[in-house]
C-alpha cells in the first residue's frame, strides 16, 4: 500500500479565511512533507517533519502554519492568505534517511479569492 | 547553478521509438535519485529509483546513474501515447531528508 491522502481534493478560500489541508499515510513512515506547486514549475518543498517534529522550514511565510499530530497524520493551516497562494498543495511520505522513495498524495488544488 | 538541471523540452517521438530523459546535478554528494512522472492537473508519481552507479531496469523503463559525471538519465522504451507527460528528476542532497526537484521535461510520444 503506497497510497498518502489529502482533503479536500479542491479548496476555495477567501483572504480572510482560515482553513486546513489533511494528510495521512499509513504506510508507516515517519517523514512527512509538504510542497507547493504552481502551475508548469516543479514541486517546491515548504516542510519537512521526521518523527513528529519539523525538521524543515524553507523559510515559509507565518501564514502557513504546519503541526503533525501523530506519525499517520499531517496537517497545513492556512491564515490570511493571498492570491498568490493560489496552488497545488502536495503532501508526501517517506521513510526516514537516505535511499528512501518517497509518494505522493493526489494533492489539494486551493485558490485563493 | 540550479541543483537539479533538466532540459524543459518538449520532447518529442513517436510511438515505439526510445524517449531519452536526462538530467544533471550539483551535490556531489547527492544520494539517491529518483524520476516521477506527472500528468497534467495531477500530483507526481514515482517510477524510478537509484541509488548505485550503472543502470537500473524495471519493464519498459531504465535509469542510469553516473556519480562522476554528476548525470542522472532515464530511457523509456516502446514509448506509447499514455507516456505524454512530464517527466521530474528528483534528489535527495547530502544533508537533509527533502527532495530537490529539477524543472521537468516534457515528453509527447505520437502516434
Known amino acids: 500500500d503506497t497510497e498518502v491522502t489529502q482533503t479536500p481534493k479542491h479548496l476555495v478560500m477567501g483572504m480572510t479565511n482560515k482553513k486546513s489541508l489533511k494528510c495521512e499515510q499509513h504506510?508507516?513512515?515517519?517523514?512527512m512533507y509538504w510542497y507547493k506547486q504552481k502551475a508548469k514549475k516543479p514541486p517546491e518543498l515548504m516542510f519537512v517533519y521526521s518523527y513528529e517534529k519539523l525538521s524543515i522550514n524553507e523559510s515559509v511565510p507565518s501564514r502557513f502554519s504546519p503541526e503533525c499530530p501523530n506519525s499517520s497524520l499531517l496537517n497545513l493551516h492556512l491564515h490570511a492568505l493571498q492570491p498568490e497562494d493560489s496552488a497545488l498543495y502536495l503532501c508526501?511520505?517517506?521513510?526516514?534517511?537516505?535511499?528512501?522513495?518517497?509518494?505522493f498524495g493526489q494533492g489539494t488544488r486551493l485558490t485563493v479569492v | 547553478q540550479k541543483e537539479v538541471e533538466q532540459n524543459s523540452g518538449p520532447l518529442s517521438v513517436p510511438e515505439g521509438a526510445i524517449a531519452s530523459l536526462n538530467c544533471t546535478y550539483s551535490d556531489r554528494g547527492s544520494q539517491s535519485f529518483f524520476w516521477y512522472r506527472q500528468y497534467s492537473g495531477k500530483s507526481p508519481e514515482l517510477i524510478m529509483s537509484i541509488y548505485s552507479n550503472g543502470d537500473k531496469e524495471d519493464g519498459r523503463f531504465t535509469a542510469q546513474l553516473n556519480k562522476a559525471s554528476q548525470y542522472v538519465s532515464l530511457l523509456i522504451r516502446d514509448s506509447q501515447p499514455s507516456d505524454s507527460a512530464t517527466y521530474l528528476c528528483?534528489?535527495?542532497?547530502?544533508?537533509?531528508?527533502?527532495?530537490?526537484f529539477g524543472a521537468g521535461t516534457i515528453l509527447r510520444v505520437k502516434s
Open positions: 528528483a534528489v535527495t542532497p547530502r544533508y537533509g531528508n527533502k527532495l530537490v
Open positions: 504506510m508507516g513512515h515517519r517523514a
Open positions: 508526501a511520505s517517506s521513510q526516514v534517511g537516505q535511499n528512501t522513495e518517497a509518494f
